[in-house]
């Protein structure tokens, strides 16, 4: 028999945890961790430029230092799957007033994702700096890891319920704190790999850098899954040591 106070913890630390995971897969799945904002673009030998690099962005090779200042010009986005650019949706680039604009994404591939960044990006000669590297390896496997230690404590937690045990819900909530922290490391991977390749590749005059929407719901997912291990290890160890009590009071 559960008392209803650790059934109520456990209740709010699965919606807990299935808000985080919601918050954390969207946030992987889409592009918007940092975007650009870019300058209009000012003539027919701006516009011929930007087209070049747009085209460069599309079909060329995968180069670090092409795409990010493709990134740069014109109004670009990054995730940690997805790489986007803004252009008029018509063969003309000229923006004018109300012009439609239509979105334009690459993916990183799976050999991309581990593709070793250099002191200067675009520069294989400059020597790998290892720890955009790394910094950039751990923000793309870290949100997988805390997604499959999500899915193992749901596998688990599913299990106990079938066997009407409470026992596991201690490793249940250690695996969500793992999960949290992961996601907390990814955040801050990410942002310290974006700040060392703007002190790599100087941003162009007139253009600014914002962090997007999808980096803050991955924020949000951390302390989500560190509230839901609090409550799961919480209502373990405290219906552990109830249960040991009454069985001390039944021996006696």
């Not at 700040?195 to 980096?215: E, N, T």
Request: proline share 4%.
């Amino acid at each position: 028999m559960v008392d209803n106070r650790y059934a109520t913890a456990l209740v709010i630390g699965c919606v807990l945890s299935a808000l985080a995971t919601v918050y954390l897969s969207v946030a992987v799945g889409t592009r918007h961790w940092y975007q650009y904002s870019s300058p209009a673009v000012r003539g027919e030998a701006n516009a011929s430029e930007l087209r070049s690099l747009h085209e460069e962005f599309m079909d060329g090779e995968f180069d670090e230092k092409t795409y990010s200042d493709t990134l740069f010009r014109l109004n670009g986005s990054v995730g940690l799957w997805w790489r986007c650019v803004l252009v008029p949706s018509t063969a003309h680039w000229y923006r004018e007033p109300g012009a439609a604009m239509a979105m334009e994404c690459r993916s990183f591939t799976l050999p991309q994702q581990f593709t070793p960044k250099y002191k200067e990006p675009g520069n294989h000669n400059s020597g790998e700096d290892m720890l955009r590297t790394y910094l950039w390896r751990c923000q793309f496997l870290l949100p997988l890891v805390a997604l499959g230690l999500v899915v193992l404590a749901g596998l688990i937690g599913f299990c106990a319920c079938l066997c009407r045990s409470l026992a596991p819900t201690l490793g249940i909530g250690i695996l969500h704190l793992l999960a949290g922290l992961c996601t907390l490391a990814t955040v801050c991977c990410y942002l310290a790999g974006m700040d060392l390749l703007h002190r790599a590749s100087m941003l162009p005059d007139h253009v600014d850098g914002s962090l997007g929407w999808s980096l803050y719901l991955a924020l949000i997912s951390s302390p989500l899954h560190m509230m839901a291990a609090a409550l799961l290890v919480w209502a373990a160890r405290s219906h552990s040591q109830n249960y040991y009590r009454m069985t001390a009071y039944r021996v006696a």
